[in-house]
């Protein structure tokens, strides 16, 4: 019998497909998008993990005593996850970007509905189907940040300081999702396990509905 975290990626299968084909994330993965574009993805970036920590404290609240080894998983999670927005007003400093600015900026609407999808689940729905957020932010990290930050270091001529967000996420998240596959195998309820599933067939469009809504213009290299 497979374990529910198999289970869960087979389920989510086809949303996951239908991001990792988005052309912007396609473009960014094969380093080929110009440092507008990378500073467009930055900002979108900032103003929706700005708010990981507080939805993982929300939803480690609204955990119910049942289940508390889940509220302790949320604790370890945000230990790990705090601070991570300042890497990314330093990456856009790094990159001749206005952090100050983006720090005063409104997120675009696609980045506003994700967070307000993700509060209605944490307060209004079910707080367990938060980790099918974080299947998505943290799976696909997995597949495209590393290889993504070595390509448009290269293709942009930017330091290694300019791509610490994508660095880091690459190699934190594999750790990360060996502890999530863990955690979510230890779902025992179908309802649990249903509204993991469906946030993140959710998630998994919203998300990509921030790369759709990106400026998209390449660089050299991509015509090379």
């Not at 930017?158 to 998240?173: C, I, M, Q, R, V």
């Amino acid at each position: 019998m497979n374990d529910y975290y198999d289970q869960l990626l087979a389920e989510t299968k086809s949303e996951r497909d239908t991001l990792l084909s988005i052309p912007f994330i396609q473009h960014g993965w094969r380093g080929e998008l110009s440092l507008q574009s990378y500073l467009a993805f930055l900002e979108q970036a900032y103003h929706h993990v700005k708010h990981t920590t507080p939805l993982l404290m929300a939803c480690g609240s609204r955990v119910p005593s049942d289940k508390e080894w889940l509220r302790n998983a949320m604790a370890d999670y945000i230990k790990e996850e705090v601070g991570h927005q300042e890497w990314i007003l330093n990456d856009i400093r790094t990159c001749g970007g206005e952090p100050e600015k983006v720090l005063h900026d409104a997120p675009g609407a696609a980045a506003e509905l994700m967070i307000a999808y993700a509060y209605h689940t944490v307060e209004r729905a079910n707080p367990v189907g938060f980790l099918g957020m974080v299947l998505v932010l943290e799976g696909t990290s997995v597949h495209i940040a590393s290889q993504a930050a070595h390509n448009l270091r290269r293709n942009l001529g930017l330091p290694a300081a300019a791509f610490s967000y994508l660095t880091s996420h690459g190699a934190l998240d594999v750790s990360h999702m060996d502890f999530y596959k863990r955690l979510v195998n230890r779902l025992q309820d179908p309802a649990d396990q249903s509204w993991v599933i469906h946030c993140a067939k959710l998630f998994y469009r919203l998300y990509g509905d921030i790369f759709r809504n990106l400026p998209l213009s390449l660089n050299s290299a991509a015509a090379a």
